[in-house]
């Protein structure tokens, strides 16, 4: 079975996300923030994927944000964030997105996805649901927040 992989920050990876370009989905093009990084390739990456043979399937960003500067917890706490997720076309439906999701929640703390593309149905069969707080913060996303079971915040 595909494992979830870390993504190396380095021209081979910049040429597998290309790859995705082919099947429109523009907002989710995360080359650009890969190529920005690729002087040294030794940086710690947010990229992560699962590939099906040597065919990159499934990429998805995941970073940890610390809450300090505008928080959207009371009070203030580190969380994930998933930024960008995206699966192939001729690869869906055979569990990558859940794979990458499962992924990110192994962290144990609150997950913030950013709903891009339609994605916000597959975001709340995982759990994840609409992030309440002042809505002119964060106009141009659709947040959602996942927590660990019994989660509770210090």
Known sequence: MSE?????INYKTAED???FREYGAQELQMTKELEGNVIDANMDSPFYGI????ALAARMCLYRREDEHAPIFDPPHD???IWKLEVLEKY???GFGSKLIDYAKSYGIPIKAISRQNSRGFFEIHGFEPLKYDIERDMSEDPLIW???GYVLN
């Open 17 to 19: 996300f290309k790859k």
């Open 51 to 54: 590939y099906v043979g040597d």
């Open 147 to 149: 927590y660990p079971e």
């Open 4 to 8: 979830v992989k870390h993504l190396a």
């Open 92 to 94: 869906r439906g055979r």
């Open 79 to 81: 969380y994930m964030v």
